[in-house]
């Protein structure tokens, strides 16, 4: 099959694309093949670039580099219309149609059927229905949108895509908040589109879509091309070890080896859990250690940094510090205790971009110290000063926005935040994230410092060997549980790899 | 300006006589705007007033400055089935379909203090206004012949811009003041018809003026504007009423506290009885089957200090202003 | 780097500068100032004592601003405390008066607070009901009514002075001192700017944001019935109908002018009573001018207009780089 495909001229041909942002290289030489009447798999770790590859394809993003074809002809769409006008259409997780307007007026928006300038409702509701049964969906069109179910309103979106002549479908993670049923009703209606030649571009996170709906799998990560299969020859675990990557980096050493019996508990959690959020879990942080946190995106890794700082509430279990029983119910509650969190999303939940270094550094100390026991400017200049040298924050000005500084400075800024606060834990949430190889190789060095200082450390990395180099214990997660411990020379890359893999058959979607 | 004398005199002399005969039976459905303004306020009292004083049951519903609560109003009047309805519209347009109503339903209506738009004329018996041009004149003669021949520079603190009532004061002002070539407006400004903003406005006039020395008399749309300029004038060190006169249109009791401590000249009353013309035109229609001219104009009575002000504040302060 | 941005307020203070010298070329006057019983007399001084209310509103609005929230209703709540001030000062001893008028500011505050911090609507919808509402509170205060008072206690706030400075000038620059103190000297500011720049970063740093935001409206309600107090001394009496009537928008307008942006963030005391005066400056030129009035709003717009294209920082980067154009 794979030959008769590959005979054809494809449909859509990415070649050599490239994007940077700053000094950050988001796409790099990335080739993606589309021929038409497949179901491709884009698959990748946050922050591999599918997002960016996208956004390209549709003109959202001008590219640096590269080439886009479709049907053999080059093109060079500079707007999400221009896209639609080649052929190319989008379907993005949040529907965006309007819900407050009926299922026909959604399907017609900007084209509705007129005469004399005036709109023919029934011309246009007797379409909408003619349209939608070909999808297999019996509704009310003259109903307000809002009123149906995601999983119809993502019908609605893709028969409307199609329905201007859309060659090229892009569906990005439309399965993420859908139940089983409904996962099942989409996927009908992907595979009837296939069946009448539409490509398919398709994103998840759930790797069982992946293998009951996909003919052919694509793989970035950190914005490189690392392969493309066909579905039905990858094993799952290879799959796995294409987006989490095994090939060992500079940033690997061997493993510090720690006295663990001397460590002492930090932090316990019993039985704590959040529902829909991650089922419950026992985890115990001691001082001077290192946990790392395993699994694919959307495995309940950053779920369970939250609850364990307190930004998300725990419904069930305990939590205790240093062997006494504490209420995490807020962040603020957290800081009290003496917890630190770096959030994944530096941008969004890490940085004050228009705040100074120093600012940023002495945020979560002031916090902690409250409002009436203000730091004088000159404990804020030293404490800046101090931290801008120990970690080496570049440039070395502290009175520099934080937005002005590159992603491996910021981060840094943040551990510098929480270090001021001389905490007992610190949760760093993918810190090597987005940040060129220099600063990485730091962080790591950093987190170990951190630790042979007696702090106990709770990291996730969806980079294993960095979890490897690092952790002195790894729980793995799937399907937003904890599903394995692995220790001291149990672990590596490949026993790692093996415990996410594990028995995939619990669909991942039916637990939203 | 006869006529309105007759009928003026005409409801005085009549209404002893004739009210306790045939106004019992009378029941008349007020739509008031709101309570805007103290004007609005006294209006509403007086109104009152002159209802009972002619045992006429006055039924008021507050509108809240709101077109569609009138319109609802005006229906409840026409389904209890009132004699008569009195409305004093917040707008000019869209009335007629419900004034349809009331025309069919046999109800005269009759409007207090402002008009409607013209194609609504047949749709009621009069309208009880004041002539806001007229108010300006008599302001303007006043002044005209107080300063006599001598030359005279006068400021005038103006209504809200774009308010009706602002261009016709300020019209009405103008043509009486143009026929006297030593009269002159040497600077004008908008004061929002309030008291704060008439005060703002003034103290500027007195720094551009040389210090309010060369301003002769200073001529407000409004009473409010005036009790401001008079604060400003007294703040400057000058003395309002004496160095520089004031004459301004409304006749509320707090310029007459002024004028009391000689500190306003004149004032130019905006009646709040709307509603006594309008019951004795209703009354003579009723009973006599005469139909009253499609415009009342309410007298624009000229106030000064040789007016007793005293009397005039003591008969004014209850009334709600 | 080629250019070097201009230091922060100094477009703000060279805009009133600016200002001002064209209000001494409307008017020869402008400058010249004497003593009127006690009391420094001139058009300067109108800029300042006129100006006053709406300084002390951005006083509290900024604050409001800086944590990405808006305040409609201070309007409204000067009408109330102007109203309530009013009411009690010729049957009660002027401490009395002004502490219930500022009571009532502390409660509108709080509700803006409650409704903003604790029941999560959005600051624009929040305050809106109460500046619809307060506006009619004030009214059933006043009974519809121009609430009038003799008490030459109260009426010190608005016309009183004391070395010559007028009361509302010597007010203001007391709240901006104590505002300063509050924010500058706590760490306040810092938190207010975090919170402002980033809530949700902030929040993840352990601040207490609620707290917070209901103090700043608190505060914000507390500035605006000071103003209401001095706008009702100031013309001895309480006008619920106009008192404050659409001073919201030329708050919010200072403290644009004053450069905290509206998406929250980094604010300045100082440069938003800057704002302040600067729409003073130019409304008092206007009444000086002798222009039909019709033209106060199109001149109002078009100086606030080339004011803030003066703050842009894109139009310096356009500039600056016309000038390596050049070069």
């Known amino acids: 099959m794979q030959q008769a495909v590959e005979g054809r001229q494809p449909l859509l041909e990415v070649r050599g694309l490239s994007k940077s942002f700053g000094i950050l290289r988001a796409l790099d030489q990335v080739d993606f093949t589309l021929h038409a009447g497949e179901i491709h798999a884009l698959l990748g770790e946050n922050g591999a670039g599918k997002s960016t590859l996208i956004k390209v394809i549709t003109g959202v993003l001008s590219r640096d580099a590269g080439t886009i074809r479709l049907d053999g002809g080059e093109i060079e769409p500079r707007s999400v219309k221009e896209a639609l006008a080649e052929g190319i259409a989008t379907v993005y997780q949040e529907v965006n149609l309007l819900p407050n307007l009926s299922v026909a007026q959604n399907l017609y928006l900007g084209r509705q059927p007129t005469r004399f300038g005036i709109v023919r409702d029934g011309e246009m509701q007797r379409r909408a229905t003619a349209l939608l049964a070909g999808y297999d969906l019996h509704i009310d069109v003259g109903a307000q949108l809002g009123h149906y179910s995601v999983a119809i309103q993502h019908v609605v979106a893709i028969a409307r895509a199609v329905d201007l002549s859309a060659r090229v479908l892009i569906l990005d993670e439309p399965t993420a908040s859908l139940d089983r049923h409904e996962v099942d009703m989409l996927f009908r209606t992907m595979r009837a589109l296939a069946a009448r030649g539409i490509g398919i571009l398709f994103v998840t996170h759930f790797l069982d879509q992946v293998y009951d709906i996909s003919d052919r799998i694509t793989v970035l990560r950190n914005g490189r091309l690392i392969g493309e299969r066909m579905t039905a020859s990858l094993p799952r675990l290879e799959l796995i070890q294409m987006m989490l990557g095994r ?30 959020s991650i089922a419950p879990f026992d985890l115990d942080l001691r001082h001077g250690e290192v946990v790392g946190l395993a699994g694919l995106l959307g495995s309940g890794r950053t779920e369970t940094a939250r609850l364990v700082f307190g930004a998300d509430r725990a419904d069930s279990g305990k939590a205790a510090v240093e062997g006494k029983p504490v209420r995490l119910h807020s962040p603020r509650d957290a800081v009290r205790h003496g917890f630190g969190y770096c959030p994944e999303e530096r941008k969004t939940d890490g940085i004050i971009a228009e705040l100074t270094v120093r600012e940023n550094i002495v945020l979560a100390l002031q916090a902690k110290r409250g409002i009436t026991r203000p730091l004088s400017r000159r404990e804020q200049d030293e404490i800046a000063a101090r931290f801008v040298k120990l970690l080496d924050i570049r440039p070395p000005d502290p009175e520099r926005p934080i937005g002005l500084l590159s992603g491996g400075n910021q981060q840094k800024v943040l551990l510098a935040r929480w270090l001021a606060t001389e905490p007992r834990l610190l949760v760093l949430d993918e810190p090597t994230r987005g940040i060129d190889v220099g600063a990485h190789a730091e962080i790591i060095r950093l987190i170990r410092e951190l630790c042979d200082r007696g702090l106990a450390l709770l990291v996730i990395s969806s980079e294993l060997d960095e979890i490897v180099a690092y952790s002195d214990r790894v729980v793995v997660l799937r399907d937003r549980a904890h599903v394995g411990t692995l220790q001291d020379d149990g672990i590596d890359v490949s026993s790692i790899l093996a415990a996410i893999a594990a028995d995939g058959s619990v669909p991942a979607a039916a637990e939203a | 300006m006869a006529l309105k004398r007759i009928l003026m005199g005409l409801a005085l002399a009549s209404a002893p006589f004739i009210a306790p005969v045939t106004a019992a039976q009378l029941t008349v459905g007020f739509s008031q705007i709101g309570s805007e303004s103290g004007w609005r306020a006294a209006e509403t009292t007086v109104s009152k007033g002159e209802a009972a004083k002619r045992s006429v049951n006055l039924k008021i519903a507050d509108a809240q400055q709101k077109q569609e609560n009138q319109i609802k109003a005006i229906r409840s009047f026409v389904a209890q089935g009132v004699d008569a309805i009195f409305l004093a519209p917040v707008v000019s347009t869209g009335w007629d379909a419900v004034l349809k109503e009331a025309k069919e339903a046999k109800i005269p209506v009759i409007l207090l203090d402002r008009d409607i738009d013209p194609s609504g004329k047949d749709l009621y018996l009069t309208a009880v206004t004041s002539d806001s041009v007229h108010e300006g004149e008599v302001a303007g003669d006043w002044l005209a012949k107080t300063v006599g021949d001598k030359q005279c520079s006068i400021v005038e603190l103006q209504g809200t811009v774009g308010a009706s009532v602002a261009a016709n004061r300020k019209k009405g002002f103008d043509t009486a003041i143009a026929k006297h070539a030593n009269l002159k407006i040497v600077r004008s400004q908008t004061g929002d ?35 401001g300029a008079i604060q400003a004038m007294k703040e400057a060190g000058l003395k309002p009423g004496k160095d520089i006169l004031t004459v301004s249109i409304d006749a509320v009791p707090d310029i007459f506290k002024a004028m009391v401590a000689g500190e306003a000249n004149a004032t130019v009353e905006l009646t709040p009885n709307m509603a006594g013309p309008a019951l004795d035109a209703l009354t003579a229609y009723k009973d006599k089957g005469t139909t009253p001219l499609k415009w009342i104009q309410t007298e624009s009575k000229l106030y000064t200090a040789a007016d007793d002000p005293q009397k005039a504040y003591d008969s004014k302060k209850g009334l709600g202003y | 780097m080629a250019f070097q941005l201009p230091r922060r307020g100094l477009a703000q203070i060279l805009a009133l ?15 010249d100032l004497r003593l009127q019983d006690g009391r420094l007399f001139g058009s300067l001084i109108d800029v300042f004592n006129r100006g006053a209310p709406v300084a002390l509103l951005a006083l509290g609005m900024v604050l409001v601003i800086a944590t990405r929230g808006i305040d409609l209703s201070v309007g409204a709540v000067m009408a109330i405390s102007g109203a309530i001030a009013a009411s009690l000062a010729d049957s009660h001893a002027w401490p009395v008066a002004v502490a219930v008028a500022l009571g009532a500011g502390l409660l509108c505050g709080l509700w803006n607070g409650f409704l903003v911090a604790v029941l999560g609507i959005q600051p624009i919808v929040a305050t809106l009901i109460l500046m619809v509402a307060g506006r009619g509170v004030a009214q059933l205060i006043t009974e519809g009514r121009i609430v009038t008072f003799t008490s030459p206690d109260l009426a010190w706030f608005g016309t009183g002075s004391a070395l010559g400075i007028p009361a509302p000038v010597l007010i203001v620059a007391g709240t901006l001192l104590v505002t300063g103190l509050v924010v500058r000297g706590s760490a306040l500011g810092l938190l207010i700017e975090a919170a402002g720049g980033n809530a949700r970063a902030s929040e993840l740093s352990g601040v207490g944001i609620r707290l917070m935001i209901v103090a700043v409206y608190v505060w914000c309600s507390l500035c605006a019935a000071l103003a209401g107090v001095i706008a009702a001394a100031d013309i001895m009496g309480a006008d619920a109908n106009n008192a404050g009537l659409w001073l919201e928008l030329d708050a919010i307008l200072a403290v644009v002018i004053g450069g905290t942006s509206l998406f929250g963030g980094r604010f300045s005391l100082i440069l938003a009573v800057c704002g302040a005066l600067i729409i003073q400056a130019m409304n008092t030129g206007i009444l000086l001018s002798g222009y039909p009035p019709e033209f106060n709003l199109v001149v109002k717009a078009a100086v606030v207009l080339v004011v803030l294209l003066l703050q842009s920082p894109r139009l310096s980067g356009l500039v600056a780089n016309f000038r390596k154009a050049r070069a």
């Open chain 3, 17 to 31: 500068i600016v200002i001002l010298l064209i209000d001494r070329m409307v008017s020869s006057q402008f400058f």
């Open chain 2, 193 to 227: 018809f309030t008291r704060a903003k008439g005060k703002e406005v003034m103290e500027s006039f007195i720094k551009a003026e040389g210090g309010g020395k060369t301003i002769c008399a200073v001529y407000a749309h409004n009473d409010d504007m005036m009790v």
């Open chain 1, 247 to 276: 090939e060992l980096s500079e940033t690997t050493g061997e493993r510090v080896a720690h006295d663990r019996s001397a460590s002492t508990p930090c932090a316990t959690f019993t039985n704590y859990g959040k529902r829909g």
